[in-house]
């Protein structure tokens, strides 16, 4: 993995830099993850070993637990952070490049939704694929921060 890495929230309000190793990636079901992603798993890479900068806004934080503080863009809503005593890792798909950010192991199974070990076999399509989305995506204006400062 590159030394150095960016990445930020949907609008771009919130940006960060981490300057380091990356260390595990992670996948947790849990269902304080869950609600905390508004998803089914939420996708973690620590950043314990590493120095994390925010390089514009900070992001706000909830306190989820007396342990655990959950950060995220307070314009768009984007999770960013778990922050716990030992540490703090960063929302895999927040980084510009989260290519090869690939999880190394699930926890909180307990949590896991009975459907979700069935994703892989559903029928895919791409965007452009949509044929009904056509009129909706010929209009369509993205107004989400590109990946890079
Ligand atoms: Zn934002
Ligand atoms: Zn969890």
Redesign the pocket.
């Known amino acids: 993995m590159p030394a150095t890495r960016t990445g930020g929230c949907q609008c771009g309000a919130v940006r960060f830099r981490v300057e380091g190793e990356l260390g595990h990636a992670s996948i947790?079901h849990?269902r304080?993850?869950q609600k905390a992603y508004g998803n089914v798993f939420?996708p973690l890479v620590s950043a314990r070993e590493a120095t994390l900068i925010w390089t514009k806004a900070a992001p706000k934080r909830f306190q989820s637990s007396n342990l655990v503080q959950r950060g995220f863009c307070p314009d768009c809503g984007t999770p960013l952070t778990y922050e716990a005593p030992d540490g703090v890792a960063v929302s895999i798909a927040a980084f510009d490049d989260p290519s090869d950010i690939a999880p190394v192991i699930q926890?909180?199974t307990e949590g896991k939704l009975p459907w979700v070990d069935g994703l892989r076999t559903l029928p895919e399509r791409t965007t452009l694929e949509d044929i009904d989305a056509a009129p909706f995506l010929d209009k369509l204006i993205s107004y989400q921060h590109p990946d890079r400062d």
Do not use: E, R
Request: charged share 0%; proline share 0%; glycine share 14%.
């Open positions: 947790c849990c304080m993850c939420a926890f909180g």
